[in-house]
Nanobody, 122 residues
Framework: QVQLVESGGGLVQPGGSLRLSCAAS????????MSWVRQAPGKQRELVAT???????DYADSAKGRFTISMDHAKKTIYLQMNGLKPEDTAVYLC????????????????WGQGTQVTVAS
């Protein structure tokens, strides 16, 4: 089973930057894609950014132009560089991975991290 550990959240002023990290521990799994999803109080979860096994990335409209997702394939780690942060970006940011198991490649599996809090306030 893949395990995900996020880090990098915190308190930042509007206009500031943060970089989130999510490290995946894998043994007999193949990562297909990883994503950042955020959950703000009273709101539905929002898919912020996704990156596949290559370098192609996709972003929510709210993140385009401000956030950049990247992946270090060797470290099985994704990053979310967030610039120009706004108060509405305040949320718990969760890492998500879709993966296959080598011995059972016909199925995909999902795993979620515990989340890291990002608070944007002056």
């Amino acid at each position: 089973q893949v395990q995900l550990v996020e880090s990098g959240g915190g308190l930042v002023q509007p206009g500031g930057s943060l970089r989130l990290s999510c490290a995946a521990s894998v043994n007999h799994e193949i990562i297909i894609a990883m994503s950042w999803v955020r959950q703000a109080p009273g709101k539905q979860r929002e898919l912020v950014a996704t990156i596949g096994s290559g370098t192609v990335a996709d972003y929510a409209d709210s993140a385009k132009g401000r956030f950049t997702i990247s992946m270090d394939h060797a470290k099985k780690t994704i990053y979310l560089q967030m610039n120009g942060l706004k108060p509405e970006d305040t949320a718990v940011y969760l890492c998500y991975a879709k993966y296959r198991i080598y011995s059972d490649p016909g199925y995909t599996h999902d795993e979620w991290g515990q989340g890291t809090q990002v608070t944007v306030a002056s």
